[in-house]
């Protein structure tokens, strides 16, 4: 029977943890990130050929890019890409192999020049690799799921990616449901986005949308701000004021950063959440609203309660359905389409929209190759509203010229790319070999390959070697490695991963296969301590959670272990 390779990509690639057997399939993709034709970006082609063993050649003439959805596409059609093809092969460990002829295209891939050919790991290309091609037209090589293609409202988001994709089918379930939602996401990812699109699709659409941000609230009148007051209720109280949930009565209320809400407000919100009533500062008589809650966070709210600063009772009452937006470097496929947004709208507000509408093929590209590169490569802290300031400042920035000019500003803003370059000199097979393995090895295997080793070399080796590392890059099994290492001191495993602290918890969440001390009942904490005579370390090997944090489980439950 022959090797199903389809099988080897979409395990290495994409596959969620604890993915059933009827995950979504996997195969690498090209989309257009910047063409001389602004609106081609965002055609796509998949590359799904290669699951049957068969290559894939990529000319100026062939093969078709379409939008994803769409049956209807145009070859690149650059008459500064060769006619002389590419060739995308797959590997035997879920790899892509990229081979270049003579004399044929010029490619820069994920920021060095290509000749030959390169491998490029399971890995590697799942977090995507960035081709320029002749200078002039930029590709993205990365995954696509093949189940759940193409939406028919975009609820106002823009982008294809498979983590857009399943936030959309999310709120379109939850959405017609009189239910509160939580909405996680890294700051700027566009979480009041997702709130108002909930809105818009629920029976509440015909009411209010009341937005609040509780972290631009002072703590001392959050109270008053949310559930109203009365006159001379506290000082400065010169009049009766409604308060956010009186105004949104019949609609939504959209919390953002509800984190940050004081003790008092949380208790105050769980009652209104439990009742529909709640009292005025001031007041001695309830008031009925009748609200649908939507609240959003970036902070790792398990966390603010295992550390008493968040109440357990009202997450769960928040998160009678819980959505999470993906960051911009998890659907990094979605760039291009996103800037040329925001440059279309830059442009209009200056009267010069029309310099995206050319048709020509020869035109000097208004984004530069290797701009649109280094966009798709970066970091991305603040997501989506840091690609929308930089758009601004970009397009601002370059008026009157011919094409987008990056000074030294922008320099600092798009940071280091995220995708380290191989070293100068080196031959590109060998320059991939530090980040894929050998043929036949596996992924785990390719990602230890590019990491220090654990435990040992000091800091700045360690940085040296891993500059930056993507959460999404780290396998579970890579995780309960350097947790088992550390033993499951979990800031020591995240500067052993590469990656944030928060990172760490948030892998740990998704995975199946792991616990936090929350998870942890009663009898089972009480049996461990039995058996290991209280010996603290000795239940964090047994039980595999953060020590610090069964610490605390141990004091809540009256247990005083060696070793705290």
Not at 23 to 32: G, M, Q, S
Not at 521 to 532: K, N, V
Request: net charge neutral; with cysteine; proline share 7%.
């Amino acid at each position: 029977m022959p090797h199903d390779l389809l099988a080897d990509i979409s395990t290495a690639a994409m596959q969620e943890r604890g993915a059933s057997r009827g995950a979504p399939r996997v195969v690498p993709a090209l989309t257009v990130v910047s063409h001389p034709v602004p609106r081609r970006v965002g055609d796509r082609r998949l590359l799904d050929a290669l699951a049957a063993g068969r290559p894939v050649a990529l000319s100026r003439n062939a093969p078709d890019f379409a939008r994803p959805g769409s049956s209807l596409g145009l070859p690149l059609a650059d008459p500064f890409v060769s006619r002389k093809p590419l060739e995308f092969s797959a590997l035997p460990d879920g790899g892509v192999r990229l081979t270049v002829p003579e004399d044929g295209t010029h490619v820069v891939a994920a920021g060095a020049p290509l000749q030959g050919a390169r491998d490029f790991g399971p890995s590697e290309w799942r977090d995507g690799v960035a081709l320029e091609l002749s200078g002039r037209v930029v590709l993205l090589l990365h995954p696509v799921e093949l189940d759940g293609e193409g939406a028919a409202d975009t609820l106002g988001m823009v982008g294809e990616s498979a983590g857009l994709r399943r936030l959309r089918k999310h709120i379109e379930r939850v959405a017609d449901l009189d239910v509160s939602v939580l909405i996680r996401g890294e700051t700027g990812t566009g979480k009041e986005l997702v709130a108002q699109a909930i809105h818009r699709l629920g029976p509440r659409k015909a009411g209010r949308f009341v937005s609040v941000n509780l972290g631009a609230i002072p703590k001392e009148l959050a109270a008053a701000e949310l559930f109203g007051s009365q006159k001379g209720a506290y000082s400065g109280a010169t009049r009766d004021r409604e308060g956010f949930f009186r105004a949104a009565h019949g609609g939504t209320l959209f919390l953002d950063e509800v984190g940050e809400a004081p003790p008092e407000v949380q208790v105050m919100l769980l009652r209104v959440l439990e009742t529909g009533e709640l009292y005025p500062v001031g007041a001695s008589h309830p008031v009925t609203v009748d609200v649908r809650l939507i609240a959003a966070t970036d902070a790792h709210l398990e966390e603010q309660i295992r550390d008493g600063r968040f109440k357990a009772p009202l997450l769960h009452r928040l998160a009678g359905y819980d959505l999470r937006v993906p960051a911009l470097r998890e659907r990094r496929e979605d760039v291009g389409r996103l800037f040329f947004h925001f440059a279309r709208e830059e442009l209009a507000a200056l009267g010069e929209e029309a310099r995206l509408d050319t048709e020509d093929p020869h035109a000097e590209p208004w984004l530069s190759a290797p701009l649109a590169s280094r966009l798709v490569r970066a970091a991305w802290p603040g997501n989506i509203r840091q690609l929308r300031n930089l758009t601004r400042q970009l397009v601002i920035g370059s008026r009157g010229q011919a094409r987008l000019q990056a000074d030294a500003q922008l320099d600092e803003l798009l940071g280091m790319p995220e995708v380290a370059a191989p070293a100068p000199g080196a031959r590109p097979l060998e320059a991939a070999s530090a980040v894929a393995p050998a043929r036949g090895a596996g992924a785990l295997e390719a990602m230890s390959a590019a990491a220090p080793a654990r435990g040992s070399g000091a800091s700045e080796a360690r940085e040296a070697a891993v500059p930056r590392r993507k959460p999404s890059q780290v396998t579970e099994a890579e995780l309960l490695a350097a947790l088992r290492a550390s033993a499951w001191d979990l800031k020591a495993a995240a500067d052993a991963l590469g990656i944030p602290r928060p990172s760490v918890y948030d892998l740990i969440e998704k995975s199946p296969n792991l616990r936090t001390a929350g998870d942890l009942g009663a009898d089972e904490i009480t049996r461990c301590f039995e058996a290991c005579g209280g010996d603290l370390d000795a239940m964090v090997r047994t039980l595999e959670v953060s020590k610090r944090a069964l610490g605390r489980r141990l004091k809540e439950l009256g247990l005083v272990a060696k070793g705290t």
